[in-house]
T-cell receptor, first 117, second 114 residues
Framework: DADVTQTPRNRITKTGKRIMLECSQTKGHDRMYWYRQDPGLGLRLIYYSFDVKDINKGEISDGYSVSRQAQAKFSLSLESAIPNQTALYFC????????????????FGEGSRLTVL | AQKITQTQPGMFVQEKEAVTLDCTYDTSDPSYGLFWYKQPSSGEMIFLIYQGSYDQQNATEGRYSLNFQKARKSANLVISASQLGDSAMYFCAMGTGTASKLTFGTGTRLQVTL
């Protein structure tokens, strides 16, 4: 089983619908992140959380919200989906200090492909 | 603000040849880490290699090496002896301080040919 699991893996929805993407991890990491990937734009940070009581906006948080239900679970919601939110969404975790890194590497889920019609 | 630039949208390399993927970065923080990730067509993100700003030696991991030139703010990935399975999108990323909030470049698509 994957250490970082995202559900659903694929979703097609209509404009205006509420969508939730879920992420769970078994790595025991405190830090969790949501990124979106668009062709030609790389990965951009939506939200991140350093522990259950800590939620922070990333560079493109408008139109999104998150919930950190537990150390292992971090959900991303689109309250009213729009077509330009069509993208590949990644959840990631990290643990500061792994292998003595200045800043921790990210461990990614397999991605959730969302299409908004 | 920190920024990562990958100027090569696509690259071709013949099997068994070496290839260099370019990455330049910009940050005012003296403490930072540079990462390379591989994304095959299946979509998952695979960590390849890491270089810390205080590391004296260039990082190496098997066929991957990172050509770190601090004064030029570049962190190029070198893949030696390319294999067909190296065909993928490659992303350079940077994190500063202890935040682990990585900023990614736009990626380079590498195609390995026979």
């Amino acid at each position: 089983d994957a250490d970082v699991t995202q559900t659903p893996r694929n979703r097609i929805t209509k404009t205006g619908k509420r969508i939730m993407l879920e992420c769970s991890q078994t790595k025991g990491h405190d830090r969790m992140y949501w990124y979106r990937q668009d062709p030609g734009l790389g990965l951009r940070l939506i939200y991140y959380s350093f522990d259950v009581k800590d939620i922070n906006k990333g560079e493109i948080s408008d139109g999104y919200s998150v919930s950190r239900q537990a150390q292992a679970k971090f959900s991303l919601s689109l309250e009213s989906a729009i077509p330009n939110q069509t993208a590949l969404y990644f959840c990631a975790t990290s643990d500061l200090g792994d292998r003595g890194l200045v800043t921790g590497e990210l461990f990614f889920g397999e991605g959730s492909r969302l299409t908004v019609l | 603000a920190q920024k990562i630039t990958q100027t090569q949208p696509g690259m071709f390399v013949q099997e068994k040849e070496a290839v260099t993927l370019d990455c330049t970065y910009d940050t005012s923080d003296p403490s930072y880490g540079l990462f390379w990730y591989k994304q095959p067509s299946s979509g998952e993100m695979i960590f390849l290699i890491y270089q810390g700003s205080y590391d004296q030696q260039n990082a190496t991991e098997g066929r991957y090496s990172l050509n770190f030139q601090k004064a030029r703010k570049s962190a190029n990935l070198v893949i030696s002896a390319s294999q067909l399975g190296d065909s993928a999108m490659y992303f350079c990323a940077m994190g500063t301080g202890t935040a682990s909030k990585l900023t990614f470049g736009t990626g380079t698509r590498l195609q390995v040919t026979l």
